[in-house]
Nanobody, 116 residues
Framework: QVQFVESGGGLVHTGGSLRLACAAS????????MGWYRQAPGKERELVAS????????NYADSVKGRFTISRDNAKNTAYLQMNNLKPEDTAVYYC?????????WGQGTQVTVSS
């Protein structure tokens, strides 16, 4: 079945960097777009960035443009989110997601905490 294992979260100071990874299994990873989402306490889950199946097209939330970069390595079945110049408002649980045959699949999430 479709599974994601996210890693790379942690605690950093304002201005620091983290690289999240989402390792996928159970489906043809290279055929599907991927997205990174986040959910802060008391807030709705929001889309942070998305990438097309081949990696040729990306989109970002306005709040992270110029600071975050989404990428993927289809040979490794892994999607990444490079996060630079982190701010306290980036604190959240980060999830990867894909939609396959109209069903959404989510990872378990990884916590990112940015201290001021």
């Amino acid at each position: 079945q479709v599974q994601f294992v996210e890693s790379g979260g942690g605690l950093v100071h304002t201005g620091g960097s983290l690289r999240l990874a989402c390792a996928a299994s159970g489906f043809t990873f290279s055929s599907y777009a991927m997205g990174w989402y986040r959910q802060a306490p008391g807030k709705e889950r929001e889309l942070v960035a998305s990438i097309s199946s081949a990696g040729s097209s990306t989109n970002y939330a306005d709040s992270v443009k110029g600071r975050f970069t989404i990428s993927r390595d289809n040979a490794k079945n892994t999607a990444y989110l490079q996060m630079n110049n982190l701010k306290p408002e980036d604190t959240a649980v980060y999830y990867c997601r894909t939609t396959r045959y109209a069903l959404s699949y989510w990872g378990q999430g990884t916590q990112v905490t940015v201290s001021s």
